[in-house]
Every structure is written in structure tokens, then in C-alpha cells.
């Protein structure tokens, strides 16, 4: 995985950028994230669903932008290391809906990347 900084953008500013398409569709408490994935609630938000074949027709049906970031935020290793982290030994948060949001999160990001690998393995 190649490491690149992401930049988290603020609620308003992912209004912007993702249009229609953005949706508060989980709503997370702030203090039960950690503090190193803080920035990154209002992703968890838009991309939080627990269905599988809701969260995939999400991910199907999503804007270019927010796929690639989608993207840009599990190559960044420090955020990568912060998931794994937390989602690797969550305790008692399994429960919360903080987890799960941040859960689907990275299922959407499992998503998009088996995708793309595929892609790139089967291009003509």
C-alpha cells in the first residue's frame, strides 16, 4: 500500500464536494471515537450501513470524489494503523454506533479496492 497523507474535510465542506449523494445515513457520538479517527466521523456517517447490499448499491452508486476518497483515506498508514487498531480490539465499543459506522466504513473501502483490484487484473 503505497502511504499518502489524507486530509479530512469538514462536514460543509463534504456537502459541497459530494452534493445529493451526502447523507448522514448513522449518527455517531463523537466521544466514542478515538481520537485518532475524530476527523474522520463524518465519513463514517455518510458511508455507515449496515446492510450488505445496501452498503454495496451505496458504493455502486456513489460519486467518483467520494470513492476516491474513500480510497485516500485507508492509504494513508497512519489512519490504516488507527482502524486496524481500534477495529482489531474494540472491547465493549462493538456495540456502539460509532464501531459499526467506522465498521462499514472500511467494508465500503473493502468494497471499492476488491473492485478495482479486479479491474486492474482483468483489463483486456
Known amino acids: 500500500m503505497a502511504d499518502s497523507r489524507f486530509t479530512p474535510l469538514r462536514e460543509n ?9 451526502f447523507k448522514k445515513r448513522r449518527a455517531i457520538r463523537p466521544d466514542q471515537v478515538p481520537a485518532a479517527l475524530s476527523s474522520l466521523t463524518v465519513y463514517a456517517e455518510v458511508w455507515g450501513i449496515g446492510d450488505d447490499s445496501e452498503r454495496e448499491a451505496l458504493v455502486d452508486t456513489a460519486p467518483k470524489q467520494a470513492v476516491d476518497d474513500l480510497v485516500s483515506i485507508f492509504s494513508d498508514k497512519a489512519i490504516y494503523a488507527a482502524f486496524n487498531d481500534w477495529l482489531g480490539d474494540p472491547g465493549s465499543d462493538i456495540y456502539c454506533a460509532a464501531y459499526q459506522g467506522f465498521s462499514d466504513l472500511r467494508l465500503c473501502y473493502d468494497s471499492v479496492k476488491a473492485l478495482r483490484d479486479w479491474e486492474a487484473e482483468n483489463k483486456p
Not at 465542506?13 to 449523494?21: I, P, S
Request: charged share 35%.
Open 13 to 21: 465542506q463534504l456537502k459541497k464536494r459530494y452534493g445529493h449523494f
